[in-house]
């Protein structure tokens, strides 16, 4: 029995704001912080070890360091199975993004993103990629005012989670946002083989970083 990844749905899963989950098969938890950490948009970062923390804990350092969580970004990280794992805290919305591609050597990138308090709204966001191929993308709301177009990506992997959607009935204007996403999770979960530690991530001590400009 493995916790899956359909408890993200829930309200504030992780923190206040929303997640941000990066997982890897192929590189070791060091490896894909160091990977992640290249790609924060704007003057160059280093990851900066901050012990084993809750995520309570690292969101204390961050306001002790920087005054708020939200001038910051911390990244707690961890492996589950084949997987490894990160997940970000503070003012991680929009700040990664450049840099060379996490999933290049033939890594796979699964990359799952949730901005909770963003006003306009913004929906939940899922990506896998190989080896910079991306071989399934949609938004989980499955909503069309948002430019959902049906699932993009390679199209022998898109079509079959696309037809795993149809067969569960989505996307489905009448329904409710979270009822959508929570289904869209289990899906992409089943279909890909997800699964992330609820316990150790929510209340556990975990390995954390701060991204420090360098």
């Excluded at 939200?70 to 919305?93: E, F, K, N, Q």
Aim: with cysteine; net charge negative.
């Amino acid at each position: 029995m493995t916790d899956g990844i359909t408890w993200l749905a829930a309200p504030h899963s992780i923190a206040f704001g929303g997640y941000s989950v990066v997982m890897a098969r192929g590189l070791t938890p060091e490896q894909l912080v160091g990977r992640l950490t290249e790609t924060v948009l704007g003057p160059q970062h280093t990851a900066v070890p901050v012990g084993d923390l809750t995520g309570d804990g690292l969101l204390e350092v961050m306001v002790d360091r920087h005054g708020s969580e939200w001038d910051s970004i911390g990244l707690r990280y961890g492996r589950c199975g084949d997987w490894s794992y990160t997940v970000a805290y503070g003012g991680w919305m929009g700040e990664f993004g450049g840099g060379p591609p996490l999933s290049r050597g033939g890594v796979d990138i699964c990359h799952l993103e949730l901005e909770e308090e963003n006003g306009k709204p913004v929906p939940p966001q899922f990506a896998y990629v190989h080896d910079e191929v991306v071989l399934s993308a949609f938004n989980l709301h499955l909503d069309g005012s948002w430019g959902y177009d049906g699932v993009v990506g390679e199209p022998e992997v898109a079509s079959r989670v696309q037809a795993e959607l149809t067969a569960a009935g989505l996307p489905d204007e009448e329904a409710d946002h979270r009822d959508v996403h929570l289904t869209a999770l289990g899906i992409v979960e089943r279909h890909f083989g997800l699964s992330l530690p609820r316990d150790a991530i929510v209340t556990g001590t975990l390995p954390a970083v701060l991204l420090e400009r360098a």
